[in-house]
């Protein structure tokens, strides 16, 4: 839930807690891999479950839709958590028991999620694939868009500062727990300045015009917001959506980019079922 983004600050603090003492590597790496089974078998099920019903690929039964789709988030879920055991393993072989270990945390936890979108790259690779950082769906600093001052830390280096900003918190806080007492009270005066830089910081982007020195561009985002299905979509249902899809479309009129839902469902309802006025409302937009 976008409301719950506030938890991202201290998300690693119970994994470094539970990553205390003298593990076996063994482990650390099955501690961190749950955690991240966890983590992205989560974020990743909107993104894997909303294709169905998968009704453009033909006859495919709803049972062989279920399970393709099935297959490709746990595969996908346990790629990522892969990474997430490495960074448990790693912290646990770097951590020293001092505030160094924050740097570490989120030094280690950034270069998991850059390794993990890596490794999703060539997991997936094939027609339209990319090698490279960039499936950047699932990183903790991406909650950091909720918040309109803490976003603008990505100017130092995109969604990965973010994560890197997302990691230190929580290891500051596991640190405020259990550092001592000269170690807490300079952490308690770093969260004091933090808490006063956020403060300040939506102070003056408040008072800042939104108009910026460039030129402004209009965006409009077009969605139905279909619920996840099991099944194939009747006539009747399929008809009401593209009359939701035509009833929308019109509030788009004026804007410079208009973006259409990812899924092809809605390309092949103005093939097959648009009414002769579907073409010339996208046309007039």
Request: hydrophobic share 55%.
């Amino acid at each position: 839930m976008p409301a719950l983004w506030p938890f991202v600050l201290i998300g690693l603090a119970p994994l470094l807690l539970a990553l205390e003492g003298s593990l076996s590597h063994r482990r650390a790496f099955a501690l961190g891999f749950l955690v991240g089974c966890v983590l992205y078998a989560c974020a990743l099920w909107a993104i894997f479950w909303s294709v169905l019903p998968l009704e453009w690929f033909g006859a495919l039964s709803n049972p062989f839709q279920t399970g393709l789709v099935a297959f490709f988030w746990v595969a996908t879920a346990l790629g990522l958590a892969l990474w997430t055991g490495l960074f448990a393993l790693a912290y646990g072989w770097m951590k020293d028991g001092s505030w160094r270990d924050i740097l570490s945390v989120a030094t280690l936890w950034t270069i998991a999620e850059i390794a993990g979108s890596l490794w999703l790259s060539i997991q997936n690779f094939g027609p339209g694939s990319t090698f490279g950082p960039d499936f950047t769906l699932v990183y903790l600093g991406n909650m950091l868009a909720h918040d309109l001052a803490l976003v603008q830390l990505a100017w130092l280096g995109g969604v990965y500062a973010l994560s890197f900003v997302c990691a230190a918190s929580g290891a500051l806080a596991y640190r405020f727990v259990r550092g001592g007492r000269h170690e807490r009270a300079v952490l308690a005066l770093v969260v004091c300045v933090a808490l006063a830089l956020w403060l300040g910081g939506h102070f003056a982007l408040a008072r800042t015009p939104h108009m910026g020195v460039g030129p402004r561009i209009d965006i409009a985002l077009v969605s139905t917001q279909e619920s996840v299905r099991f099944s194939s979509i009747s006539m009747q249902e399929d008809a009401a959506a593209l009359g939701a899809m035509l009833s929308i479309l019109p509030a788009t009129r004026g804007a410079d980019i208009i973006v259409f839902p990812e899924g092809s469902n809605f390309l092949r309802r103005f093939r097959a079922r648009a009414p002769a006025s579907a073409e010339d409302l996208l046309l007039s937009l």
